[in-house]
């Protein structure tokens, strides 16, 4: 816990220093803010929260309603990780650089500057978090601003101004861009993002991106800032037996209810092909994890099915066919649980109850 909140404070001092040059650059054009605070606190702002933050916090690979925290879609996420590691090769050229570039190059550069920006707020949006995007992104916002203003102020010197006298049409008119005012230089920039976005697209079509991933990497995931298919999660109760619970709505001269049982705050009906393959899968928990997490992840999907059904599902007819194909798994279950547990109808009669009720059962 110690070493997390020294991480915690190093973040802050980084952004709270970035905030603080970007207004000393704000209120004092003349001055040039490059030093070894600054440098240190780039590195950790640019390329240690990023490194962090997509190592930690953005590496599921299972996106559901159940899922663990997935900030971007995983089948969409290579646009995002492409888009970011571009943005931080723009901001490298730019901020040591020992020339100008050519005016074409300048604009694809102030652009992937201004896109940074942009993905940063949206990653604010998707997050929700404040400690993070407070510590990390509001930092990382203020260093590309930083970089942005002193860019604009060097291409507006006046021995900038002709430095490029023989360039060509592209070139001169991306020269008259850079150098023009703020209100219109970066109203602009962002329309020229779109093209650059574009590219960046078609390129990755080629590694099975789709052409909308950048979007789709914020939207198709789960109980996020802009997530959009939190309405699959309805209906869903997640670690829960998908096939046996809708297998236990059938009609109860077929599927044999004998009892309620309890399941994240919510009443369930049980029968007896449900509480076995509960019991089934808390023994398969308990004495092969690795098993149980690999086949958890994979029957998952299932819920995807159901949940996304669930009218279909939710049908007596429906529920009755089921439960009479889920007969074969109920008896393999059962046969497992006598062979490898001691006391297999205590661990059946334990499930979907309350806690205390768990203990008196176990006692006995």
């Known amino acids: 816990m110690g070493f ?57 690979d299972i996106n559901d309603c159940c899922s663990d925290f997935v900030v971007f879609s995983p089948h969409h ?25 050519p005016p074409l ?36 916002i203020g260093f590309y601003l930083i970089q942005l203003l002193q860019n604009h102020r060097l291409l507006r010197r006046e021995e900038v101004v002709n430095a490029f006298p023989g360039n060509s049409i592209a070139g001169r008119i991306s020269m008259k861009l850079l150098q023009s005012s ?33 979007i789709r990497a914020f939207t198709d995931t789960y109980h996020q800032g802009l997530s959009q298919l939190d309405y699959m999660c309805d209906n869903v109760q997640c670690g829960g037996h998908y096939l046996c619970s809708v297998a236990a709505n059938g009609h109860p001269v077929v599927v044999k209810p004998v009892r309620l049982g309890k399941r994240n705050g919510g009443t369930i009906i049980c029968n007896r092909q449900l509480l076995i393959s509960n019991a089934f899968e808390e023994l398969l928990q308990e004495r092969l994890p690795r098993t149980h997490r690999f086949i958890r992840m994979k029957y998952d999907r ?49 499930q979907y109850l309350l806690q205390q009720e768990r203990i008196i059962i176990r006692s006995n």
């Open 4 to 60: 997390y909140w020294i991480i915690m404070f190093v973040f802050g001092i980084a952004g709270l220093s970035a905030i603080c040059y970007l207004f000393i650059l704000l209120f004092n054009s003349q001055i040039k803010i490059v030093n070894g605070w600054f440098r240190t606190f780039e590195v950790i702002a640019l390329f240690l929260g990023p490194a962090i933050f997509l190592s930690s916090f953005d590496t599921g």
């Open 77 to 101: 996420r290579l646009t995002i990780h492409t888009i970011i590691f571009l943005c931080l090769t723009a901001y490298f050229f730019s901020t040591y650089r020992r020339s100008l570039y």
């Open 105 to 140: 190059l300048e604009l694809i550069i102030n652009c992937l500057l201004l896109v940074a920006v942009i993905l940063n707020i949206f990653i604010i949006i998707q997050i929700k978090d404040p400690i993070i995007w407070i510590l990390g992104n509001v930092s990382i």
């Open 182 to 214: 703020a209100l219109i230089k970066y109203p602009v920039l962002l329309f020229f993002c779109l093209p650059i976005l574009v590219l960046i697209a078609a390129v990755l079509y080629l590694f099975g991106q789709k052409p909308d991933s950048v």
């Open 302 to 350: 299932i819920g995807d099915a159901v949940h996304k059904y669930y009218s279909i599902f939710n049908n007596k007819f429906v529920s009755d066919v089921v439960y009479v194909l889920m007969k074969p798994a109920e008896w393999i279950f059962l046969v497992t649980l006598y062979l490898a547990d001691r006391n297999p109808e205590n661990r059946i009669a334990q």
